[in-house]
T-cell receptor
């Protein structure tokens, strides 16, 4: 089973709202990722968690706050977003971030900021 | 950091023809090269990957070749079908150094297969 599950699939939020995106995997993977993808562009790395610790933050604005409660779950907390933050947010996982392993993507959460 | 260039940006072929997408990379430390297919509104899905100790890998109608000396790798799709229509992304990664944990993507190729 190579399934990474994301909820919600669609989210519309105002610029003053607080919301969260959730991601879950049960493959025993120890690395989890958040990517942002705009239309017709490749995914852009935002955060990497390795063994539940934040190992990479690609200079993402603080209005995006990641959280890894345990090895199977990854959240992305959203607060005071801007319309330009509207995008597809992809969660991904791999066996580990310490060596080369296939990265599996979830279906993504489509975020619209109004 | 790594820089991955991908060409062409769009590719149209007739059903049954072959399609080739090419990528170059800049960091000689990169040693893992996956290809992802992304259909409209869907997630990127891994279709094939190659590691730097291998020159070619095949999976049915799909093949990837790697030239480490020239720092380029290519995706070959034979006997194309309309369901192959999608955006294809190449990527590069390394298991060491500052690029650890990062997947560097090319800009993508929109492949259209006409029936």
């Amino acid at each position: 089973d190579t399934e990474v599950t994301q909820t919600p699939k669609h989210l519309v939020m105002g610029m003053t709202n607080k919301k969260s995106l959730k991601c879950e995997q049960h493959m025993g993977h120890r690395a989890m990722y958040w990517y942002k993808q705009k239309a017709k562009k490749p995914p852009e790395l935002m955060f990497v968690y390795s063994y539940e610790k934040l190992s990479i933050n690609e200079s993402v604005p603080s209005r995006f706050s990641p959280e890894c409660p345990n090895s199977s779950l990854l959240n992305l907390h959203l607060h005071a977003l801007q319309p330009e933050d509207s995008a597809l947010y992809l969660c991904a996982s791999s066996q580990s971030a310490g060596s080369i392993h296939t990265i599996y993507f979830g279906e993504g959460s489509w975020l619209t900021v109004v | 950091g790594e820089n991955v260039e991908q060409h062409p940006s769009t590719l149209s072929v007739q059903e049954g023809d072959s399609a080739v997408i090419k990528c170059t990379y800049s960091d000689s430390a990169s040693n893992y090269f996956p290809w992802y297919k992304q259909e409209l509104g869907k997630r990127p899905q891994l279709i094939i990957d190659i590691r730097s100790n291998v020159g070619e890998k095949k999976d049915q109608r799909i093949a990837v070749t790697l030239n480490k000396t020239a720092k380029h790798f290519s995706l070959h799709i034979t006997e194309t079908q309309p369901e192959d229509s999608a955006v294809y992304f190449c990527a590069a990664s390394s298991d060491r150094g500052s690029t650890l944990g990062r997947l560097y993507f090319g800009r993508g190729t929109q492949l259209t297969v006409w029936p």
